[in-house]
Structures are given as C-alpha cells and as structure tokens.
C-alpha cells in the first residue's frame, strides 16, 4: 500500500462498531492508542472501517499492540458553513484519518490482569461518554491533566551527539530528543 505506516502503542479503549452517519451500512469502530514520546502522553485515535471493524474483537484496553495503518484526511467545511474561524483560504480546518487494517499483539505481549485493570476506569469512561453523546468521545480529554514547566527562553542546547535538545515540559529540563522522525 502507497500510503503504510505502521506503529506500536498500548490499547486504550476500543468503542463500538456503529456506522459511518445514520442509516448508513459502511461500518466504522474507533480507538486509541497509548504512545508516550519523549515522557509525554500521547494519545492516537485511530479508526477501523467495513469488514476490518470485526478485528478489534479479540482485542482489550492494555493490550500491546501493533497497528497497519493509512494517513488520510479532508478539508473541513467552509467556515461560513459551521460559523468559525478560517485559514486565509477560507477552510475552517483540516480533519487527519488514521485508517488502520491490520492490528496485532506485540510479538511476546501476555495479557495480565494488572495491566487490563490498568486500563479498566480509563476505558469504562470513554465507552459511558460514547453511549452519552452522538459524536465519539476523545480519551485525552479524559486525562488527567499535568502542570507543564515552559520551555527556558534563549537558544536550545546541544546534546553531546550535537543535535538540539528537547524541551521535556513535564520534567522541566532538556532532554536528548529520541523520536524517530
């Protein structure tokens, strides 16, 4: 496929399958990724479509995955449309796609029983707001939120390898910024 990623991350919630807008048959089943970078949380939401939705079913919050997946996205309507603001070509924002097709276990992954309980309250509240509302709910918000210490103003620092630093907002220093990209 011309446009294949793929990524590794612990299951956060899965919701279920339902679809795509009313009365349609296309079905759509999200869910989340955990993937901290740089000690961050970072939450992915990922989305399965049609016949792949069934391949979540084996699948629960905690478990070590990896994840085949697409990017994607649209331009969201004009601003005029939906009543905000707009970039200066009149869009009122972009809408990116994680359309994942294949998901498995991380190779020597076993499931225990403190790791699902980890997993159990997060899970249990994204799945009681998706029966609450029509839109699907977003795990980060339900977060819980970390005082961030702001980056130092000046020039960033060079590690001993004499790439720049990463500013670590949690931790409040300079860190050696190991993402892959």
């Not at 899970?123 to 339900?142: D, E, L, M």
């Not at 977060?143 to 907002?169: F, H, M, R, Y």
């Not at 220093?173 to 892959?180: G, I, K, T, Y």
Request: hydrophobic share 35%; with cysteine.
């Amino acid at each position: 496929m011309e446009n294949a990623f793929k990524i590794d991350g612990v299951i956060l919630a899965i919701n279920k399958t339902r679809p795509s807008k009313e009365g349609s048959t296309f079905m759509l089943r999200d869910f989340w990724l955990e993937k901290p970078m740089m000690g961050q949380d970072n939450v992915i939401k990922c989305q399965m479509t049609g016949n792949n939705c069934a391949k979540l079913d084996g699948f629960v919050p905690g478990d070590e995955v990896v994840v085949d997946f697409a990017l994607s996205g649209k331009a969201a309507p004009k601003a005029d449309e939906i009543k905000c603001n707009t970039n200066p070509n009149g869009i009122a924002g972009f809408s990116p796609n994680i359309t994942v097709w294949k998901v498995e276990f991380v190779p020597g992954f076993k499931r225990s029983v403190e790791n699902e309980a980890k997993y159990k309250d997060y899970s249990a509240g994204v799945n009681q707001q998706s029966n609450q509302t029509a839109s699907n709910p977003n795990p980060a918000q339900t977060a819980s939120k970390q005082t961030l210490i702001p980056q130092p103003a000046g020039e960033v620092p060079k590690g001993e390898d004499g790439k720049n630093l990463a500013w670590d907002g949690v931790k409040g220093a300079w860190v050696v910024d190991d993402l892959p990209f």
